[in-house]
């Protein structure tokens, strides 16, 4: 499954998505990586420096689900 991830530590913030089998195996294999792993943007001036969690959740992309959409028409100058 894919796994969605926010990530706090130290005043800085991380997101992105890993391959788990369930969340609770997402969840240690991100507590455990080396933090040089993730590209962290700076929140000192949002979140207190001393704020260390971690969110996990499944990813559910919309694009995948079972309904036919019509594809978009691009917009530009016709060809002539």
């Known amino acids: 499954m894919l796994v969605y991830f926010q990530f706090w530590r130290c005043g800085y913030y991380a997101k992105g998505l890993v391959e788990a089998d369930n969340l609770d195996a997402a969840s240690k294999a991100l507590w455990t990586e080396h933090v040089s792993t ?3 943007e ?3 001036k ?3 420096e001393d704020a260390n ?3 996990v959740e499944e990813y559910k ?3 995948s689900s079972d309904k ?3 594809p978009q028409a691009e917009s530009g100058s016709p060809v002539g």
């Open 68 to 70: 036919q959409t019509e």
């Open 38 to 40: 993730f590209k962290w």
């Open 46 to 48: 949002d979140q207190p």
């Open 42 to 44: 700076d929140q000192t």
């Open 61 to 63: 992309d919309e694009q």
């Open 53 to 55: 969690y971690l969110t």
